[in-house]
C-alpha cells in the first residue's frame, strides 16, 4: 500500500500494546496492594499483553488509526476492581486509578532519560547501525506515553481522570458527576473530532514533552 509506512506502524503499535499493558498492570497491581486481590486473581498482575488485550481496543482500532491518521487511541480490557475490599476505599480507590496515567508517565520519563543519554550514530548507507533504530522506539515510547497519561486523566467517566474526581468529590456530588458516565464515550469521540482534542490533550502532553526533550 502506497503512502504507508509500515516498519513506522509496527513500531509505534509495539510501543502501544507494551505501554497499555504497563498501565493496565499498574492499575491491578497497585488495587492488589490496597487489599483487592480481585485482579491478581485473574491474572491482571501480568507483563504479558495477551491477559490485558481487547481485539478492538488494543489491535483493530489502532492500527486503522496509523494506518489512516484518524484520530483513534488505543485500550485494553479494563482491570476489574471491588471498591469494598479496598481498605479506605474511596482514597485508594483514587490511587488505583491515578495509577495507570503515572506508570505511563514514568515510562515516559524513562524514555527520555535514555534518549538523552544515548549516543545516537549517523545512518550510513551499507552499515548497520542499532542506535537509529532505538532512538526511534524510545521516541515513540516518550511521545505516546505522554499522550496517554494526557488523554487518560481527562475527567470524563470511564476515563481514569473521570474516575479520580469521582473519589475526590463527596459522595452526593460523585453520584451526580457519574451519571455522565453511559455518555462518556460520546463525548470523547465529540473530543476526538474537533479541537477540543487538541486543546485538552495534544497542547498539554506538548508542554510536558517540551520539559523532557
Known amino acids: 500500500m502506497p503512502g504507508i509506512d509500515f516498519a513506522q506502524i509496527f513500531i509505534a503499535f509495539i510501543v502501544l500494546l507494551f505501554s497499555l499493558t504497563v498501565h493496565e498492570t499498574a492499575h491491578a497491581w497497585t488495587a492488589d496492594r490496597l487489599g483487592d486481590p480481585t485482579a491478581r486473581l485473574l491474572g491482571r498482575v501480568s507483563l504479558n499483553p495477551v491477559v490485558h488485550a481487547d481485539l478492538i481496543g488494543t489491535v483493530l482500532f489502532p492500527l486503522i488509526g496509523m494506518m489512516t491518521s484518524a484520530p483513534i487511541i488505543g485500550w485494553a480490557k479494563p482491570v476489574p476492581v471491588n471498591i469494598s475490599r479496598l481498605r479506605r476505599e474511596r482514597r485508594d480507590y483514587v490511587l488505583v486509578a491515578a ?115
Request: hydrophobic letters at 55%; glycine letters at 8%.
Open 99 to 213: 495509577a495507570g496515567p503515572a506508570s505511563n508517565l514514568l515510562l515516559a520519563v524513562g524514555a527520555a532519560f535514555v534518549l538523552a543519554a544515548l549516543p545516537i550514530a549517523p545512518v550510513v548507507l551499507g552499515e548497520p547501525n542499532v542506535s537509529a533504530p532505538i532512538a526511534t522506539f524510545l521516541s515513540r515510547a516518550l511521545e505516546l506515553n505522554v499522550l496517554l497519561a494526557v488523554f487518560n486523566m481527562l475527567p470524563i467517566p470511564p476515563l481514569d481522570g473521570g474516575n479520580v474526581v469521582g473519589g475526590l468529590l463527596s459522595p452526593p456530588l460523585a453520584r451526580q458527576f457519574d451519571r455522565i458516565r453511559p455518555w462518556g464515550f460520546f463525548i470523547l469521540y465529540g473530543l476526538l473530532l474537533t479541537n477540543g482534542f487538541y486543546y485538552f490533550v495534544v497542547r498539554p502532553a506538548s508542554y510536558l514533552l517540551s520539559w523532557l526533550r
